[in-house]
């Protein structure tokens, strides 16, 4: 019986506040608006920035559906949306892609002015939600929700896929894969014979290592406190992995010695504005590239010698790795689809939906680089 059209009663982890574990409850799904899709989710990863609201760093309302690393199928589509139906596969977008905005008509911006990463007011772009629970009105999370059964998304947030896409892999794509691949394709341009420097070896800056050995560097030098962290990021092509604990001198200089004076591209993908620093450091002095991938607190700032600037160095960043989300997903899950990328080592566990508490443990404990949660194990 098609459910199109009909509030749909389904599972979801609604999060009524911070410092609490996720609750599983039964929630109702409005049917989509015009210009909305509903979604039902077949996987969702686990990822830093829905656990930065659990424990209080970001600022939402209450209650709300979090999750924004996802793949699912299409249930039913709102008036208007006419390049989606039924039965098709997809990936929500945490970062919209309206195609109408300035920000979206600069071909070098990936950012949207219909983004909810800014404020997270947590609504719809009519400004409402689609979800309630226990009669309460639940808040919709950057533009995506995806610890939920059913999701309804606007179509300037959700990518149709490849049919043939596995869904519980290629969720990944809908946020950390893209996050550190695409900072080496897409923002950084690493270039074939390069030399690269990445700061970090979460799922993350691996997924960084994955872009700088696919778009064809020839030294790829991983760095990261944890030792732990090596044997992986050998896996996905680092050629040398240093822990900045064996030294007694800065990073920069070690860095420096290795590779003829300083690297081509130096990526931050840990969130700490000193090693940001350290990070330009690193870069040649003629035109080496710094990319911030990681998410410093919120009062953090980042100081360095402007002179550091002045011999041509260059100092970048972007969420997303650069991807304009509507345009580049596919694309990716097409490259997946064709095996032209493989990121499969990067999902170390998976759970049914239901055990999503546990997946922000493993997450907390560093013992996961990603878990997926699968809602029908079928
Ligand atoms: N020196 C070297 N390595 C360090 C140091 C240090 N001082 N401190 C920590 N590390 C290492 C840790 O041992 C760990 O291996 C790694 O850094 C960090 O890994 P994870 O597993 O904590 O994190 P990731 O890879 O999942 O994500 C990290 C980001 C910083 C990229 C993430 O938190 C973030 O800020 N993302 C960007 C923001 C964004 O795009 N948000 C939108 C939706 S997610
Ligand atoms: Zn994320
Ligand atoms: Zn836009």
Redesign the pocket.
Known sequence: MSTAGKVIKCKAAVCWGPKQPLSIEEIEVAPPKAHEVRIKIVATGV????D?VLSGALDVNFPIILG??AAGIVESVGEGVTNLKPGDKVIPL??PQCGKCRCCKNPDSNFCVKND?EKFNGVLQDNTTRFTCKGKTVYNF?STSTFTEYTVVDDIAVAKIHPDAPLDKVCLIG??FS??YGSAVKTAKVKPGSSCVV?????????VIIGCKVAGAAKIIA????PD?FAKAKEFGATECI??KDYDRP?NEVLAEMTDGGVDYAF?????T??MTSALKSSFFCGGKTVI????PSNATMTFDPMLMLTGRVLTGA??GGFKSKDDVPQTVDDYVNKKINFDGLITHELPFEQINEGFEL?RN?KS??TVLNFCRA
Do not use: M, Q, Y
């Not at 991938?293 to 410093?296: E, K, M, Q, S, T």
């Open positions: 990822c830093r920035s829905d930065h924004h690393e945490f970062i990463l950057i946020c950390g996050t550190g700061f970090g070896l979460g799922g993350v800056g691996l997924s760095v990261d406190v944890n962290k822990n900045p990073i931050e993908v840990i969130g700490n000193g090693i991938v990681g998410l410093a969420f997303f997450l560093g680089i990603r």
